[in-house]
């Protein structure tokens, strides 16, 4: 299942690694949305609200670790794309390393900060504790997201993205039976939901780690190969925190934004929770295309060929923006229909402004196709300060959302909060992507010409 991402055509090649990804994604966020249906469903609107106020703080802590792991594997894509099998190794061995030190930082400190979070952001006092509970029982399960995250990103970085998608759809089928039973049967309420996913996720990673074993020998290392040189974790912590951190910079954004959001009562919270569930599933294979770009770019990366990092990209952008058009156009115009599968009838407010959420945020899905593009890309070559700043862009626009637009326009100035970050972070990225470009084209160039 290991794919040479260096021959063939650039755009047949992204959309067979990306259309796997897509599915994955989807499927991920399934996660998610089980949590918010099930939950909305057989425990009320209040459960609702304590997840939907949950949601920025679990994307602040997941964001870094899914960021922090995505880093980690462009520098093996590199080094296989380099075709240095020693190199690979040595890079599996850090991967893991780095990934157990940062599951133990990462642990402690989500379940201290949690209610003290939680209250920071004016969480609805009727809210609070479930929230509180959902949270930690989340964050004391990180482990299981950063081992599935990690051998499923190393598992990609050698061109293989259908296996991690056989692993995320058992992993998803079991969250969702394991929900109805830990809720429904076991009546254990809303830590029901954080224990089924975070189940699930542990058996999602067990499946990656085996599979590598048996299957991957690229990948296998000896013990000794543990005690990494100095040099190794730098080279891969370069990369793996300012992504790691991006994720966690936008999250912040989202974050300073519930605050104001949080203030305009249960039912906004409600519904701005699910249409935003609604929302990530529209986006995530506008993602899926930026992560295969990343994995696309590394491996030819490391392997010189620049003139192939221009072609995919351009390829990726038709792609990419066509769909964007096509997922904005069916979230405006089944929005009511999919935010009633949340609160069921009854609940008209929920769904209106669920809807309007969805009508804003659609409208401007081709800007965000071309951040994830820039970006991923930017990163596959071993990028990390521009993103990095994007990420920034992306926090002062959400926070000028929640400070200014909430206060003046209510409801829709939340609404418009992510169009805004889209745009400031896009328009970074994009300079930089060309520039970039054409300084390494013409040393590709000037290569050739002297061989």
């Known amino acids: 299942m290991v794919k040479d991402l260096t021959t063939g055509s650039p755009a047949k090649l992204i959309l067979m690694f990306t259309l796997p990804l897509i599915v994955g994604n989807v499927f991920?966020?399934?996660?998610?949305?089980?949590?918010?249906?099930?939950?909305?469903?057989l425990l009320g609107v209040s459960a609702l609200a304590a997840v939907g106020c949950s949601g920025c703080l679990m994307f602040f802590m997941i964001g870094f670790v899914i960021g922090f792991t995505a880093g980690l594997?462009?520098?093996?894509?590199?080094r296989f794309g380099a075709k240095d099998e020693e190199g690979m190794k040595k890079s599996a061995a850090a991967c893991v390393v780095l990934s157990a030190i940062t599951t133990v930082i990462v642990t402690i400190f989500g379940v201290i900060m949690v209610r003290p979070a939680l209250?920071?952001?004016?969480?609805?006092?009727e809210v609070l504790d479930m929230a509180c509970t959902f949270l930690t029982v989340i964050f004391l399960g990180i482990v299981a997201t950063m081992m599935f995250n990690m051998s499923s990103n190393l598992i990609r970085a050698l061109g293989d993205s259908k296996t991690p998608l056989y692993f995320?759809?058992?992993?998803?089928?079991?969250?969702?039976?394991?929900?109805?039973?830990?809720i429904g049967v076991f009546d254990w309420g809303i830590q029901g939901a954080g224990f089924a996913t975070v189940l699930a996720q542990l058996i999602n990673g067990g499946c990656c780690v085996y599979y590598i074993k048996k299957k991957i020998p690229l990948l296998h290392f000896e013990l000794k190969d543990l005690?990494?040189?100095?040099?190794?974790?730098?080279?891969?912590?370069?990369?793996a925190l300012p992504m790691g951190f991006q994720a966690s910079i936008i999250a912040i954004g989202a974050i300073i934004l519930q605050v104001p959001l949080n203030n305009l009562g249960e039912v906004a919270v409600a519904a701005y929770a699910a249409a935003q569930k609604i929302d990530m599933i529209a986006v995530m294979p506008l993602m899926s295309f930026g992560m295969a770009m990343a994995a696309y770019t590394a491996q030819n990366y490391g392997a010189g060929r620049m003139d192939r990092i221009k072609t995919g990209v351009n390829?990726?952008?038709?792609?990419?923006?066509?769909?964007s058009i096509l997922a904005g156009m069916m979230n405006i115009c089944l929005g009511p229909i999919l935010i009633r599968l949340f609160v069921g009838d009854g609940q008209e407010q929920v769904v209106e402004y669920g809807h309007i959420y969805l009508i804003v945020n659609g409208s401007c899905y081709l800007i965000l196709s071309l951040l994830f593009i820039y970006r991923y890309t930017l990163q596959g070559l071993g990028q990390s300060i521009i993103p990095t700043f994007a990420g920034i862009m992306e926090l002062v626009m959400r926070a000028a959302a929640g400070l200014f637009l909430v206060?003046?326009?209510?409801?829709?100035?939340?609404?418009?909060?992510?169009?805004?970050?889209?745009?400031?972070?896009?328009?970074?990225?994009?300079?930089?992507?060309?520039?970039t470009r054409k300084s390494l084209l013409k040393k590709y160039y000037e290569h050739k010409l002297s061989v």
């Not at 991920?28 to 939950?39: A, C, E, P």
């Not at 995320?168 to 830990?182: A, T």
């Not at 390829?315 to 769909?323: A, H």
């Not at 745009?423 to 970074?428: F, T």
Request: aromatic share 10%.
């Open 28 to 41: 991920q966020q399934l996660y998610l949305l089980s949590d918010t249906l099930i939950v909305g469903r």
């Open 73 to 78: 594997s462009i520098c093996t894509g590199q």
């Open 119 to 125: 209250i920071f952001l004016q969480t609805p006092p």
């Open 168 to 182: 995320l759809i058992l992993g998803c089928v079991l969250n969702i039976i394991l929900e109805v039973v830990f």
């Open 227 to 239: 005690k990494i040189s100095r040099e190794i974790a730098i080279q891969h912590l370069k990369v």
């Open 315 to 323: 390829k990726c952008i038709l792609m990419s923006g066509g769909f």
């Open 407 to 435: 206060d003046a326009f209510g409801y829709i100035g939340a609404c418009w909060a992510n169009p805004m970050a889209w745009i400031g972070s896009c328009v970074p990225l994009m300079i930089t992507f060309y520039i």
